[in-house]
Every structure is written in C-alpha cells, then in structure tokens.
C-alpha cells in the first residue's frame, strides 16, 4: 500500500495549548482520512478530505488537505483533556480505492 | 445501533492452540478488514474482503486466516498462533455501494499469546 509519514510520533502540551500533527506523502493521495483513538479505545473517525488545498472544521479542529495533495494536518486549537488520545491519518490506496494504510499515529498529551 | 462486534475482547492462549475472533457488523457493508496495532507501528492490515467470498491479502497476512461466507461475518483466524502474534486486533467495516464515509472500527480484541 501506499506509505504516508506521520510527525510527531508524540506531543505533550499544556491545557490550552494548540497541537498539529502532519501527514506526509512522496506521491499525490486521491483523498485523506483522519481517525482518533482514546486510550484503550478504538478508532473512530473523524473526518475525509478529498479536494486540493480544502480545509475544514470540526468545532476546535481544523483538517487540511494540500494543494498538491501530498499533506495533510490537523490542528486543535486551545486541546482540553478530552482531546487526549492518538491521531491517525489514513490514505487510500491508489491501486485499491477501498484499501487504507495508516499512519503511524500522533499521540497527544494533554497536561491539566 | 450501527456497529462492529468483535468477540473476544480479551484472549490469553498458548501457542499452537488455534483460535477464532468474530466479527460482525449490522451496517451493510461490503467491505471488511483486519488490523493489528503494535506500539510504534500504528495499524497495520492483516486481510480485507471487498464482499461475500472475495478476500485478500494486506500487509501483515503471515499465520492468519479469514473467510467471508456472509456479508456481516468476518472472522479471523491463527491456525497456529505464535507469541509474535500477540496483538491487539481491530476489525474495521465500511462501504455501503460507493460511498465510504470511513471506516466503523470494533472494540478490538486483546490476543495474547504465552
């Protein structure tokens, strides 16, 4: 499958603290998705992004797609605990449109 | 509820002893996949089956087994597992026709293997 490199492997910010993790990949993606996953939790997902240079918003969480479509990231804005978990982009396969490979995730630290 | 089940959500075995995890889910779906998260190696795919009967290969299928006789089950299998294999697995649903909205994740299940 396609690879996509995820920075940073881990993130510890103070409460109020903005955070972004980037996703990043040598060839050009035909869309990206984000996932998040609490502590001893699963994956959930959050979000797809599949047009050049789109951006959007989910209340402090801000998802952006290249305009190249080789990166993505996602911001938070002001992290509460609650944002407390593991970030994970995830592409589809170019040779299989239904196949994802993730990233290796971002694990955020939300310091009270 | 929509929803993927997997049972076990923990298994403690010994090695050789072949095991099952189930999977199901009650959306539809026509595709279905298998990964194993590891510390430091994010999700990795193990098989994926695109519908009834149609299964394939990801990236980590060594000593596993699936099949997909219906469209909501997709069980995984270790014929004869190993403590490599001790994991936590994931199986992941989506694609209702064309449309992907991302993929439903179950509660996972925590293999360990002694």
């Known amino acids: 499958g396609q690879q996509v490199m995820q920075i940073p492997q881990y993130q510890h910010v103070q409460e109020g603290e903005d955070f972004t993790t980037y996703c990043n990949s040598s060839t050009t993606l035909s869309n990206i998705q984000w996932y998040k996953q609490r502590p001893g939790g699963h994956p959930v997902f959050l979000i797809q992004?599949?047009?050049?240079?789109e951006v959007k918003k989910q209340k402090r969480l801000t998802f952006q797609f290249g305009e190249a479509k080789k990166n993505s990231s996602l911001h938070i804005t002001a992290t509460q605990t609650t944002d407390v978990g593991t970030y994970f982009c995830?592409?589809?396969?170019?040779?299989?449109?239904?196949?994802?490979?993730f990233g290796s995730g971002t694990q955020l630290t939300v310091l009270p | 509820e929509a929803q993927v089940t997997q049972n076990p959500r923990y298994l403690i075995t010994v090695t050789g002893k072949k095991l099952t995890v189930t999977c199901s889910q009650n959306m539809n779906h026509e595709y279905m996949s298998w990964y194993r998260q590891d510390p430091g190696l994010g999700l990795r795919q193990i098989y994926y089956s695109m519908n009834v009967e149609v299964t394939d290969k990801g990236d980590v299928p060594e000593g596993y087994k699936v099949s997909r006789k219906e469209k909501r089950n997709f069980p995984l299998i270790l014929e004869s597992p190993s403590p490599n294999q001790t994991s936590l697995y994931f199986c992941a649903s989506g694609y209702r026709g064309d449309v992907f909205y991302g993929y439903t994740f179950g509660s996972g299940t925590r293999l360990t293997v002694v």
């Open positions: 995830a592409v589809r396969d170019s040779g299989s449109a239904r196949q994802l490979t």
């Open positions: 992004l599949v047009k050049s240079g």
